[in-house]
């Protein structure tokens, strides 16, 4: 008797310029993992980006979206590139990007920063700072706040010319961010920050009592908060300190830039895009390149590492995510290294190769 394996369906949407070369990658290496720890994954392609504005005249047609929905998980790679870029912003490729969180009904980003010993040199702190050790996740909330709170152009009394953002938060989506970022911090090391400014703003008055109400749900996470501000300082002073981060929308768009850049490239960066649901959407931090499109030059351990946040946190597979992290951890330490983050005495080697490297890892 042998038991079936366990089936997923994914969706992929390689995109623009790198995307596919990157996407490739990280798809063989997530089949390594199928058979190494049992399961099966089945997946479906489709356009976005720049490649869907050429054959259907949007950047995401219905059919992809559709297809997404009836998936377990997406993932992406990243679209964009000169071609596109004097259409107008609606018409753009990114604006599939925006279409796509939305109509999955994606609120919560997450980016992690770790920085891998191999490439310290690469992180622009210095290495009495790195040595402790940097491996944070930052939750962003990503559907409301300052961005998507009223705004509008005015001439105020005295008739002068004046424009404001409004930013508002409802009980509901906090609520919701805060738990996930709760239970993302029991799948860590169990510590969560939020980040605020609730010395000066009401808005975040409200969010700090919010996810102190629902902390009483997690009494095993240490929770702390900290002003945006001081959060910023932190990060590049102490941020062996963070483990999960939950902040709001602008905030969060700004903290997880900067944390990003603890770690030194671009193309080590993985994300994640999670709802309501087990639904998620996975893609590398970076763009397209196109200046490096088609050269197997591009680096795709950031959409790697996307995959490995795909099997943990849509599909729950702790284990086989870890191997990928692992298996990256190694071909680095073996010093085989793509161009761009490639140390002084690394061997360089090309998309392809490197594919190859972490599949053999695992
Ligand atoms: P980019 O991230 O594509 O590239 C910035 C620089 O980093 C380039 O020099 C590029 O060669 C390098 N780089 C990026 N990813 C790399 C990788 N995996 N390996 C090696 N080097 C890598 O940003 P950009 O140049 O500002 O934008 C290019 C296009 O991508 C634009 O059309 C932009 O709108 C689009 N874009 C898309 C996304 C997305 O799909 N999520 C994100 C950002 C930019």
Redo the contacts with the bound molecule.
């Keep these: 008797m042998f038991a079936m394996k366990k089936t997923y369906n994914i969706a992929v949407l390689p995109?623009d310029?790198?995307g596919p070369e990157?996407v490739k990658q990280a798809v063989k290496v997530l089949n390594k993992t199928g058979e190494k720890f049992g399961f099966y994954i089945e997946y479906s392609y489709a356009d976005i980006?720049g490649i869907a504005i050429e054959k259907t005249g949007t950047p995401l047609p219905d059919e992809t979206l559709e297809l997404c929905k009836s998936s377990d998980a997406v993932l992406m790679g990243?679209?964009?590139?000169y071609e596109?870029?004097n259409l107008p912003g609606d018409k753009r490729?990114?604006a599939g990007?925006l279409k796509i969180r939305s109509g999955l009904g994606l609120f919560a980003n997450y980016r992690p920063a770790v920085i891998y010993s191999p490439l310290i040199g690469a992180s622009p702190l210095q290495e009495r700072i790195t040595k402790k050790g940097v491996d944070i996740l930052i939750l962003r909330e990503l559907t409301g706040g300052i961005y998507f709170g009223e705004k509008k152009r005015i001439t105020t009394k005295t008739g002068e010319q004046a424009a404001y953002d409004t930013m508002i938060y409802r009980r509901s989506e906090v609520e919701r961010i805060a738990r996930l970022a709760f239970e993302t911090a029991r799948m860590r090391r169990g510590k969560l920050t939020s980040v605020d400014k609730a010395n000066v703003l009401e808005v975040s008055r409200f969010w700090r009592e919010i996810v102190i109400e629902v902390s009483k749900e997690y009494p095993d996470i240490e929770l702390n908060h900290l002003y945006v501000d001081n959060a910023a300082m932190q990060l590049v002073i102490h941020p062996e300190q963070f483990d999960v981060i939950v902040t709001g929308n602008m905030f969060g768009d700004i903290l997880s830039d900067e944390a990003a850049m603890l770690t030194g490239s671009?193309?080590m960066l993985p994300s994640a895009s999670l709802g309501e649901s087990s639904l998620g959407l996975y893609?590398?931090?970076?763009?397209?390149?196109?200046?490096?499109a088609g050269r197997d030059?591009?680096?795709?351990l950031?959409t790697i590492l996307s995959a490995a946040m795909l099997l943990r946190y849509s599909f729950k597979l702790e284990p086989a995510a870890k191997a990928i992290e692992d298996a990256v951890e190694k071909v680095l330490e073996d010093n085989l290294m793509?161009?761009?983050i490639a140390t002084e005495n690394a061997k360089v080697i090309g998309c392809e190769q490197m594919g190859d490297e972490v599949v053999a890892r695992i």
């Design positions: 995109g310029g790198i990157v980006g990243a679209v964009g590139g596109w870029d490729p990114e990007l671009i193309g893609e590398p931090v970076h763009g397209s390149a196109p200046d490096i030059m591009a680096n795709p950031a793509t161009c761009d």
